[in-house]
């Protein structure tokens, strides 16, 4: 088990409580969690992989012994190497549990004592599917259906999209990512199914720096900002450093994007770059 290890959340419906054992390998940082977890199904079961910090997989052994028909999940892990199996604690609905773990070769030490019809399909699904797939994407993506009805799938679509029009998402953009992740989690396409394979851009414009505005209109991008800012479409200010910055005025929000780089400034705060649509060249002229 890893000694450094991340806080995660988990959504399942499955609360189990973990019952006391004293024969496991317990982690020694009791405060810490696991740093990922990926949730997926197989036959309608929800199992769940926990990933450390060195992408290494770790498997909630209960979620194991329900596809096994193991009903004692303690007693079948007792068996496994110290280092085939641990506990950890994670994040649930129901709060924060303590739950058993076993990394891959616990997981291959189970599937085979198991004398249960259930552990060679299991077996070749992990093997030839689920991990292969983790290892190249870090998740688990499940194979694309066509459902009989969408009404449940629905549900989880407006869900996702509230999810992404609270992370700062938009237009096309939320309806991409919610559909995206409605996808990963239930193998349906909903866009693909509804026949809207691609979507039209609310706005028919390119998004144009300073500098690349200044090329077409044949200007430095100082001079650009400048004649912009005397259309009254952007106004000058100092930031914390006294470096000049630009910022668009009430009138010239219409105008403008405002897109974040991915980058931080030396305080912490996202740094962000301004965007002028292409329509910005009819006010300049």
């Given at each position: 088990m890893?000694?450094?290890l991340?806080?995660?959340?988990?959504?399942s419906?499955?609360l189990?409580?973990?019952?006391?054992?004293?024969?496991?390998?317990?982690?020694?940082?009791?405060?810490?969690?696991?740093?990922?977890?990926?949730?997926?199904s197989?036959?309608?079961?929800?199992?769940?992989?926990?990933?450390?910090?060195?992408?290494?997989?770790?498997?909630?052994?209960?979620?194991?012994?329900?596809?096994l028909?193991?009903?004692?999940?303690?007693?079948?892990?007792?068996?496994l190497?110290?280092?085939?199996?641990?506990?950890?604690?994670?994040?649930t609905?129901?709060g924060e549990?303590?739950m058993?773990?076993i990394?891959?070769?616990?997981?291959?030490?189970?599937?085979?004592?198991?004398?249960?019809?259930e552990?060679?399909?299991?077996?070749?699904?992990?093997?030839?599917?689920?991990?292969?797939?983790?290892?190249?994407?870090?998740s688990?993506?499940?194979?694309?259906?066509?459902?009989?009805?969408l009404?449940?799938v629905?549900?989880?679509?407006?869900?996702?999209?509230?999810?992404?029009k609270?992370?700062?998402?938009?237009?096309?953009?939320a309806?991409?990512c919610?559909?995206?992740a409605?996808?990963?989690?239930?193998?349906v396409?909903?866009?693909?199914i509804i026949g809207?394979?691609?979507?039209?851009?609310?706005?028919?414009?390119?998004?144009l720096?300073a500098?690349?505005?200044?090329k077409?209109?044949?200007?430095?991008?100082?001079?650009?900002?400048?004649?912009l800012e005397?259309?009254?479409?952007?106004?000058?200010?100092?930031d914390?450093?006294?470096k000049?910055?630009?910022?668009?005025?009430?009138?010239?929000?219409q105008?403008?994007?405002?897109k974040?780089?991915?980058?931080?400034?030396?305080?912490?705060?996202?740094?962000?770059?301004l965007f002028?649509?292409?329509?910005?060249?009819e006010?300049?002229s």
């Open positions: 890893k000694e450094s991340n806080k995660a959340w988990i959504t419906n499955d189990g409580l973990f019952a006391s054992c004293t024969s496991f390998y317990i982690n020694p940082l009791k405060e810490d969690h696991m740093s990922n977890i990926i949730p997926f197989y036959q309608e079961k929800e199992i769940r992989i926990i990933e450390d910090q060195d992408g290494n997989p770790w498997w909630v052994a209960k979620d194991v012994c329900g596809v028909d193991i009903v004692d999940t303690n007693k079948s892990v007792q068996n190497d110290d280092d085939e199996k641990g506990t950890t604690k994670v994040l609905p129901g549990q303590s058993i773990i990394n891959e070769p616990g997981l291959y030490t189970l599937i085979l004592r198991s004398n249960k019809p552990a060679k399909p299991f077996r070749k699904w992990v093997t030839t599917e689920v991990l292969p797939s983790i290892r190249k994407t870090g688990y993506a499940m194979p694309d259906h066509e459902p009989e009805t009404i449940p629905s549900k989880e679509f407006k869900a996702a999209v509230a999810i992404a609270a992370a700062g998402l938009k237009g096309n953009q309806t991409l919610a559909n995206k409605v996808r990963r989690i239930t193998g396409n909903l866009l693909d809207a394979t691609h979507l039209i851009c609310e706005k028919q414009e390119q998004h720096t500098t690349q505005l200044g077409i209109l044949g200007l430095t991008a100082q001079k650009t900002n400048k004649l005397s259309k009254g479409v952007i106004e000058s200010y100092r914390g450093k006294n000049l910055k630009w910022k668009p005025t009430a009138e010239g929000k105008y403008t994007v405002l974040d780089t991915g980058k931080k400034s030396g305080s912490g705060t996202p740094v962000q770059q002028f649509l292409d329509s910005v060249r006010v300049m």
